[in-house]
């Protein structure tokens, strides 16, 4: 099956510096890759998300990656504010002629300093 | 719309009861999956329903069973609780069946705790 791992574990910047978070997929059949953000004690809410068939995506401050030879995939957010600080999560879904699903990163927590 | 909605919030049981959550999907989506999120493995594929049958399971003990109803409401029930059974519980649901650029919404989660 899928195996997406997800690095840093955890991630300390700047107000106002950038941030990196990359994730690597095995299954080469996968081809949506949403992007998870969890505040605590709050539900994961989608921030952004990108298909196989995009190589780069943005949304003000947020934009993601895809590259699908190398099988991996980044998130990047600039000019980070305090309150960007939450544990993100990627994922890649894979499609089975039985349905789809969903496989996650184990996640980072990212802090940002004022 | 009305989010994904999950009952109950908190759930505290004891070693060997069982416990049912319940997740009312968005209005017009029909797959629910379940996830188990714990600090240490992050959120594990419990399973996917869809038009009330079971289509993928994760790695899970049998212990751990669902079921949907003809609304796509679903329920998932575990049995003979065990301590490591502690975590949060989310549900997701999505719109269109077997696509694999779905969307997953979640719900605000069931946190048990067994004691």
């Known amino acids: 099956g899928e195996n997406v791992e997800q690095h840093p574990s955890t991630l300390s910047v700047q107000e106002g510096d950038s941030a990196v978070i990359k994730c690597t997929y095995s299954?080469?059949?996968?081809?949506?890759f949403p992007w998870y953000k969890q505040e605590l004690g709050k539900r994961p809410q989608l921030i952004i998300d990108?298909?196989?068939?995009?190589g780069e995506k943005k949304d003000q401050r947020i934009a993601v990656t895809l590259n699908k030879t190398a099988k991996h995939f980044s998130l990047h957010i600039t000019e980070t504010q305090p309150e960007d600080s939450a544990v993100y999560f990627c994922?890649?879904?894979?499609?089975?002629?039985?349905?789809?699903?969903?496989?996650f990163g184990t996640g980072t927590s990212l802090t940002v300093i004022p | 719309k009305a989010g994904v909605t999950q009952t109950p919030r908190y759930l505290i049981k004891t070693r060997g009861q069982q416990v049912t959550l319940s997740c009312s999907p968005i209005?017009?989506?029909?797959?629910v999956s379940w996830y188990q999120q714990t600090p240490g493995q992050g959120l594990q594929f419990l399973f996917e329903?869809?038009?009330?049958?079971?289509?993928n399971k994760g790695n899970f003990p049998g212990r751990f069973s669902g079921r949907q109803f003809s609304n796509s409401r679903s329920e998932m029930n575990v049995s003979t609780l065990e301590l490591g059974d502690s975590a949060l519980y989310l549900c997701?649901?999505?719109?269109?069946?077997?696509?694999?650029?779905?969307?997953?919404?979640f719900g605000p989660g069931t946190r048990l705790t067994v004691l």
């Open positions: 329903y869809f038009s009330e049958t079971q289509r």
């Open positions: 997701a649901s999505s719109p269109s069946p077997g696509q694999s650029t779905d969307t997953q919404y």
């Open positions: 299954d080469s059949a996968s081809n949506y």
């Open positions: 994922a890649a879904s894979t499609f089975f002629s039985t349905g789809n699903q969903f496989y």
């Open positions: 209005s017009g989506h029909r797959s």
């Open positions: 990108i298909r196989s068939n995009v």
